[in-house]
């Protein structure tokens, strides 16, 4: 009498086809193995990449879903998670997937590059800027980080750091064709910048205007076209400020708050409000690595505003 298939024999012909390339048979002895187990995360997370490979992101994501549910610590399916949810245009959830996976994996170039690319489409620059600078800092060769990076900078109107990223990006792959176009129209717009004469429509005086205590300062009449470009400005600085605000107040909801809150529990319990055992130490610096999040987003607001009150002095 012939044995029947085990588990485990099903699960390595699945890898061997994977391996190999062959998606179908791949994903016909997983499935034949969920049959006599359906809890493992392994087999799970293999099924997932079969079908992100067939580029069928639907299954691939119900798959790493089965996974986080089975092992909620298993730091690189959110992380693939995230990056389907990307693919899939879904961007809102590969945020709040992918907040959890760098949580997880704090050392994921790749958890905070796919980060960088959900806030990017969500257009949160403020918030897609320091996702890509890390996955920078962790990977510093990740060309299509630097590119990223670039456009990030570009569509906040910030071309001189838009520039160098662009250039960097090509330093580490000189064929990266969007690079070089995103060079080309950085350049070209901060060329038009610094030869532009009157940037907010004011006009530059041979000698000092006299002025008295009690004189109104002169003023004269905009065109159209400067009224327009300085509202275009304002806008940008605007959304900017907006989007500032957001990530600051996503980094209190989401890091700051939940750190303090464990802090302050930690003052009368010995477990976490989840019941896992943790030291006041790592409490402390649980809430040291939150606040180390939530200053970069201080400081780029309070940026933001200095550029509003420059805005407002040219204009005034």
Same mark, same amino acid.
């Given at each position: 009498?012939?044995?029947?298939?085990?588990?485990?024999?099903?699960?390595?012909?699945?890898?061997?086809?994977?391996?190999?390339?062959?998606?179908?048979?791949?994903?016909?002895? /997983?499935?034949? !193995?969920?049959?006599?187990?359906?809890?493992?995360? +392994? #087999?799970?997370? &293999? =099924?997932?990449? %079969?079908?992100?490979?067939?580029?069928?992101?639907?299954?691939?994501?119900?798959?790493?879903?089965?996974?986080?549910?089975?092992?909620?610590?298993?730091?690189?399916?959110?992380?693939?998670?995230?990056?389907?949810?990307?693919?899939?245009?879904?961007?809102?959830?590969?945020?709040?997937?992918?907040?959890?996976?760098?949580?997880?994996?704090?050392?994921?170039?790749?958890?905070?590059?796919?980060?960088?690319?959900?806030?990017?489409?969500?257009?949160?620059?403020?918030?897609?800027?320091?996702?890509?600078?890390?996955?920078?800092?962790?990977?510093?060769?990740?060309?299509?980080?630097?590119?990223?990076?670039?456009?990030?900078?570009?569509?906040?109107?910030? /071309?001189?750091? !838009?520039?160098?990223?662009?250039?960097?990006?090509? +330093? #580490?792959?000189? &064929? =990266?064709?969007? %690079?070089?176009?995103?060079?080309?129209?950085?350049?070209?717009?901060?060329?038009?910048?610094?030869?532009?004469?009157?940037?907010?429509?004011?006009?530059?005086?041979?000698?000092?205007?006299?002025?008295?205590?009690?004189?109104?300062?002169?003023?004269?009449?905009?065109?159209?076209?400067?009224?327009?470009?300085?509202?275009?400005?304002?806008?940008?600085?605007?959304?900017?400020?907006?989007?500032?605000?957001?990530?600051?107040?996503?980094?209190?909801?989401?890091?700051?708050?939940?750190?303090?809150?464990?802090?302050?529990?930690?003052?009368?319990?010995?477990?976490?409000?989840?019941?896992?055992?943790?030291?006041?130490?790592?409490?402390?610096?649980?809430?040291?690595?939150?606040?180390?999040?939530?200053?970069?987003?201080?400081?780029? #607001?309070?940026?933001? =505003?200095?550029?509003?009150?420059?805005?407002?002095?040219?204009?005034?």
């Amino acid at each position: 009498m012939t044995n029947a298939v085990s588990f485990e024999d099903l699960c390595l012909t699945g890898r061997q086809h994977l391996k190999a390339g062959r998606l179908d048979d791949s994903i016909a002895a /997983f499935q034949a !193995a969920r049959q006599i187990n359906d809890l493992d995360p +392994e #087999l799970h997370e &293999s =099924l997932a990449t %079969a079908h992100f490979l067939k580029q069928d992101y639907d299954a691939a994501a119900l798959h790493f879903e089965r996974v986080t549910r089975l092992d909620a610590r298993r730091g690189t399916s959110w992380v693939n998670l995230g990056a389907v949810y990307n693919r899939m245009g879904n961007y809102q959830k590969a945020a709040e997937v992918l907040r959890r996976a760098v949580q997880i994996e704090k050392k994921s170039s790749i958890a905070y590059y796919n980060l960088g690319i959900a806030y990017k489409h969500l257009k949160q620059w403020a918030l897609a800027v320091p996702a890509y600078r890390e996955a920078i800092r962790l990977e510093p060769k990740m060309a299509d980080a630097h590119l990223n990076l670039g456009n990030t900078y570009s569509a906040m109107n910030n /071309f001189a750091q !838009a520039a160098s990223s662009y250039k960097r990006a090509l +330093e #580490l792959n000189p &064929s =990266l064709e969007r %690079a070089q176009r995103g060079l080309e129209k950085a350049e070209a717009e901060l060329s038009a910048t610094k030869n532009a004469k009157s940037p907010f429509g004011r006009l530059v005086a041979a000698t000092p205007a006299p002025t008295t205590a009690t004189a109104p300062a002169a003023t004269r009449e905009l065109t159209e076209e400067q009224r327009i470009a300085d509202r275009q400005a304002l806008h940008v600085l605007v959304e900017q400020l907006e989007a500032d605000l957001a990530g600051m107040l996503e980094t209190i909801a989401n890091s700051l708050e939940p750190s303090v809150h464990t802090l302050n529990k930690m003052l009368t319990q010995a477990l976490s409000p989840h019941g896992v055992s943790i030291t006041k130490a790592e409490a402390l610096d649980n809430f040291v690595e939150a606040r180390g999040q939530y200053v970069p987003r201080l400081a780029q #607001l309070q940026k933001t =505003l200095r550029q509003l009150r420059d805005h407002e002095a040219r204009f005034s």
